[in-house]
């Protein structure tokens, strides 16, 4: 009997992918409901991976794009996708 396996990495971020600390709504992935970062056996990347999203989400908070902690996620919701529509009137 052969056992399914699944694969140790996520397969939408390829390894050298870049994590833009502007980009919030891919970030807000890495953070869990309390604002700490995942870790990488939760969010299935690797070492490598998870050093850039960490300094990527660290960078991000110091310029107040994610909050920090838990009484931010209290007063401030996550991030909100950027409709690619223009606006009008």
Do not use: H
Request: glycine share 6%; proline share 8%; aromatic share 12%.
């Amino acid at each position: 009997m052969k056992k399914t396996v699944r694969s140790k990495y996520r397969p939408e971020f390829p390894g050298d992918y870049f994590f833009d600390y502007k980009d919030a709504q891919t970030l807000g992935r890495f953070i869990s409901e309390g604002g700490k970062i995942t870790p990488a056996r939760i969010s299935k990347l690797s070492l490598a991976q998870q050093k850039r999203v960490a300094a990527a989400v660290k960078k991000a908070r110091n310029l107040g794009l994610l909050p920090l902690g838990n009484e931010a996620y209290d007063f401030q919701e996550r991030p909100e996708a950027i409709s690619p529509k223009p606006f009008s009137l």
